[in-house]
């Protein structure tokens, strides 16, 4: 609609890519995917352990977390944005 990538445009080609062994063409189709597999298996690994290590949910959950990804992902939007210009 207006011409500009989204950060997750691309994701479920590049899914689909990993899954057939394409690492390079899932790079290709969005290089944040890579990074943001290992984030969400933490955040699950967390959400299902959260009464057994209640420290760890709240590392994991913490304001630095939460701002880290939002601005990684900010980061990712302009810069995927800037390189086509």
């Not at 609609?1 to 899954?19: D, E, F, V």
């Amino acid at each position: 609609m207006t011409g500009y990538k989204c950060p997750g445009c691309g994701s479920q080609r590049a899914i689909h890519a990993m899954l057939h062994g394409d690492a390079l063409g899932a790079i290709r189709y969005n290089a944040m995917l890579l990074p943001v597999i290992p984030v969400v298996v933490l955040l699950f690994v967390a959400e299902f352990n959260r009464e057994r290590w209640p420290r760890f949910y709240a590392k994991v959950n913490s304001r630095w977390m939460i701002w880290g990804c939002f601005i990684m992902v900010t980061a990712w939007w302009i810069g995927r944005n800037i390189a086509d210009c």
